[in-house]
């Protein structure tokens, strides 16, 4: 299996890794910021929304809940990181990755995590590179989003 090589370079890519990346479990321990590189990077496993056709697919066939892949993330340009909602002592810990957006002020991209929790990246340009890792395993769970009225 080949995996995902993406970049992001404006908002309109970003919307598309977001949408790769929703779902996406990061441990607190894979996430670092690198300011002499003005990097910031992660490891994720994602959920394989784009599938192949198969049961990995937008929808769920009989008996198959889909695939994991571990990806890495580099986010270039980073200047700045701020962590809401989240112990980042607690390396053992793992974030839900929501959604990836551009922040109201422009200068900003916001990692939105389930519960409430962020980590806001001040960038001098929007970058951002994803690469799937290794093999795909088989996931234990299809995530689900409730939808409300």
């Given at each position: 299996m080949t995996g995902l090589r993406l970049a992001a370079m404006d908002a309109q890519d970003l919307a598309v890794l977001s949408a790769i990346l929703q779902d996406a479990i990061v441990p607190i321990g894979d996430i670092a910021y690198l300011p002499d590189e003005q990097c910031f990077v992660a490891v994720a496993n994602r959920f394989r929304w784009e599938g192949e056709g198969t049961p990995a697919g937008p929808t769920p066939d009989a008996g198959h809940e889909g695939e994991r892949v571990n990806c890495g993330?580099?986010?270039?340009?980073?200047?700045?990181?701020?962590?809401?909602?989240?112990?980042?002592?607690?390396?053992?810990?793992?974030?839900?990755?929501?959604?990836?957006?551009?922040?109201?002020?422009?200068?900003?991209?916001?990692?939105?995590?389930?519960?409430?929790?962020?980590?806001?990246?001040s960038v001098e340009r929007l970058e951002v590179r994803l690469a799937d890792i290794g093999e795909p395993w088989p996931a234990v769970a299809r995530p689900a989003h409730p939808v409300s009225n």
């Amino acid at each position: 299996m080949t995996g995902l090589r993406l970049a992001a370079m404006d908002a309109q890519d970003l919307a598309v890794l977001s949408a790769i990346l929703q779902d996406a479990i990061v441990p607190i321990g894979d996430i670092a910021y690198l300011p002499d590189e003005q990097c910031f990077v992660a490891v994720a496993n994602r959920f394989r929304w784009e599938g192949e056709g198969t049961p990995a697919g937008p929808t769920p066939d009989a008996g198959h809940e889909g695939e994991r892949v571990n990806c890495g993330l580099r986010f270039l340009g980073v200047t700045r990181v701020a962590y809401r909602g989240f112990d980042l002592r607690r390396r053992d810990q793992f974030l839900s990755l929501l959604a990836i957006e551009v922040a109201d002020d422009g200068a900003s991209l916001l990692l939105r995590l389930a519960g409430g929790g962020d980590i806001r990246l001040s960038v001098e340009r929007l970058e951002v590179r994803l690469a799937d890792i290794g093999e795909p395993w088989p996931a234990v769970a299809r995530p689900a989003h409730p939808v409300s009225n």
